[in-house]
Each structure stands twice: as C-alpha cells, then as structure tokens.
C-alpha cells in the first residue's frame, strides 16, 4: 500500500518539480534594504539605506548589461520606503524567479561607565563622598564579513500561503492547481522544499565569490524574514558587511567596494543561473 501511494504521489508531483527546476531565470527582484524614513543601521559616516541602494543599483546594471535575457525588477530605486509586504508582492505579481535583498549588518551598542567626579551626599548622619558615572555609548566593532540568510523554517506556513496564492506562475497551465484539491497542498509543500534548497544553493554561492576576495565568510544562516516569508520563490537576504565597523564601513561607502560587492553577488547568481538551468 504505501509503494502505491509512493508511485501515486511522485506521479503527481514529479511534472511540477521538474518544470520548477528546469525553469529558466528571466526575472530577478532587486531590494535595497530599509529606504525613505527607515535609516536602518547607522555607522559613524553613513545609513544603511544608502549603501543598500548605492550597492543594490550597481548590481542591477551589472546583470542587465551581463545578462540581457534577464529583467531586472527593484523593489525602489530612489531614497523611498515600499513596506515589507509591498515588497514582496511586487516579486509575486512580477512572476520574478529570484529575490534578492541586500542589506547591511550592524552589532549592538555597548556602554562604559566614566567617573566624572564626586558629590558630597549625607548617610546615617555621616558626610561622604558619592562616585558620579557618565555613561558613553559605543557602537563600533572589530567584527566584519558577509553572511547571507534564507528564510527559517518556522515561517514556512506563510511561505506555503504565498506559492498557494501565485500558484498559476509555477506551471505554465493557469488554473491547473486546484486549491480545494488535497494533492494541492503535496505539491505547494514540494514548491516549498525546492525553493529553500535552492534558496540555500544560491546563499552559497554567493557567499563562495565574497570568500574568493578575501571578505570573511560567515556563512548561509535562517531567520524568518518577511520579505522572504511572503515571496513565492527562491531568495536571500545578503548582509554585505558591518556599518559599525570603521573599516568595513569606510570600504562600503566607497566606489571600489560597492562596485567589488555587487559584483560577488553577481557573480554568485551567475554560478547559480547555471545550475539551475540544467
């Protein structure tokens, strides 16, 4: 009994796994992190959404120049703020293959105590001497390096709703998934899956190009991300350095290392593109 239902439900399925794997990459959503009144992380000289934009805005020109079968869609290409769902409902109406978000990485502040002097205060009829503190807060840090993320799997019900309600851009019959149909759902938990795999094989190989320049690799980790939730494809989340880091900051505003980051990236989709298209 259960070799039958095996053979049932890899006839089912296998039509779609195969034409989701074997599909062609035409469409890349670009995000560039935060935007508009949303600063995201700061650092000593700059914001966050401005390296993501500057950053986000290179690589687009680099596929469209590299990769002519390839459109490039932004999710903002000016100092705006689209919200998180505005985000990936543009991948989703798009019809995109992959999405991409770029951001920048920051640490905590730390705080250290400073005596500034001493106040005379009374306790139990005696005259001492109070410590007075000033506390300064730090934001800087030694850490650096890129690390990219793929969405956790605790987020994976919204990922299922989002394939469930775009469905007819997985297969090239409109229609043919019926929602009221359980084998339906087999099949958007297959979609799932391969999109995190494939989610995971891409954060790879991005994270291999920045290796290759000497940037620290600190790996493809999961953390349960709205963009990536509610998109209904494969994606990541690339954090291209640490803001609060002077010299990783100074690298990322300049022209070289926005033109190095966005090329690793690039780089990283192109070895994916490949494998993919097999």
Same mark, same amino acid.
């Not at 001492?128 to 605790?154: C, D, F, M, N, W």
């Given at each position: 009994?259960?070799?039958?239902?095996?053979?049932?439900? %890899?006839?089912?399925?296998?039509?779609?796994? %195969?034409?989701?794997?074997?599909?062609?990459?035409?469409?890349?959503?670009?995000?560039?992190?935060?935007? *508009?009144?949303?600063?995201?992380?700061? !650092?000593? &000289?700059?914001?966050?959404?401005?390296?993501?934009?500057?950053?986000?805005?290179?690589?687009?020109?680099?596929?469209?120049?590299?990769?002519?079968?390839?459109?490039?869609?932004?999710?903002?290409?000016?100092?705006?703020?689209?919200? %998180?769902?505005?985000?990936?409902?543009?991948?989703?109406?798009?019809?995109?293959?992959?999405?991409?978000?770029?951001?920048?990485?920051?640490?905590?502040?730390?705080?250290?105590?400073?005596?500034? !002097?001493?106040?005379?205060?009374?306790?139990?009829?005696?005259?001492? /001497?109070?410590? &007075?503190?000033?506390?300064?807060?730090?934001?800087?840090?030694?850490?650096?390096?890129?690390?990219?993320?793929?969405?956790?799997?605790?987020?994976?019900? @919204?990922?299922?709703?989002? &394939?469930?309600?775009?469905?007819?851009?997985?297969?090239?019959?409109? !229609?043919?998934?019926? @929602?009221?149909?359980?084998?339906?759902?087999? &099949?958007?938990?297959?979609?799932? @899956?391969?999109?995190?795999?494939?989610?995971?094989?891409? *954060?790879?190989?991005? @994270?291999?190009?920045?290796?290759?320049?000497?940037?620290?690799?600190?790996?493809?980790?999961?953390?349960?991300?709205?963009?990536?939730? *509610?998109?209904?494809?494969?994606?990541? %989340?690339?954090?291209?350095?640490?803001?609060?880091?002077?010299?990783?900051?100074?690298?990322?505003?300049?022209?070289?290392?926005?033109?190095?980051?966005?090329?690793?990236?690039?780089? !990283?989709? /192109?070895?994916?593109?490949?494998?993919?298209?097999?």
């Amino acid at each position: 009994m259960r070799t039958i239902f095996i053979a049932v439900f %890899l006839l089912i399925t296998t039509p779609y796994l %195969l034409s989701a794997k074997g599909k062609k990459i035409t469409k890349i959503v670009l995000d560039a992190g935060h935007g *508009g009144s949303d600063n995201g992380a700061r !650092g000593a &000289i700059s914001n966050e959404k401005d390296l993501t934009l500057a950053v986000t805005l290179k690589l687009g020109k680099i596929l469209s120049d590299s990769m002519r079968e390839v459109e490039v869609i932004y999710t903002r290409t000016t100092d705006s703020y689209p919200s %998180l769902v505005e985000r990936h409902e543009k991948a989703n109406k798009a019809n995109a293959d992959l999405f991409i978000a770029v951001h920048v990485n920051s640490t905590p502040y730390t705080y250290t105590k400073v005596l500034e !002097g001493y106040k005379t205060v009374k306790r139990h009829h005696k005259t001492v /001497k109070q410590p &007075i503190y000033r506390s300064i807060r730090h934001h800087e840090t030694t850490r650096k390096g890129v690390e990219t993320y793929v969405l956790a799997l605790h987020r994976n019900s @919204q990922k299922e709703k989002s &394939i469930g309600e775009y469905s007819d851009n997985l297969t090239d019959s409109p !229609g043919l998934m019926d @929602q009221n149909d359980p084998q339906t759902s087999i &099949i958007i938990a297959q979609y799932s @899956q391969s999109f995190l795999s494939r989610s995971v094989s891409l *954060g790879t190989k991005i @994270q291999e190009q920045f290796g290759r320049e000497g940037r620290p690799d600190l790996g493809v980790k999961q953390l349960p991300l709205e963009v990536l939730a *509610g998109s209904a494809m494969p994606g990541v %989340l690339v954090e291209i350095g640490f803001i609060t880091n002077i010299e990783e900051e100074a690298y990322l505003n300049s022209e070289n290392g926005q033109e190095e980051v966005a090329m690793a990236i690039y780089k !990283g989709i /192109k070895a994916y593109k490949a494998d993919a298209e097999k």
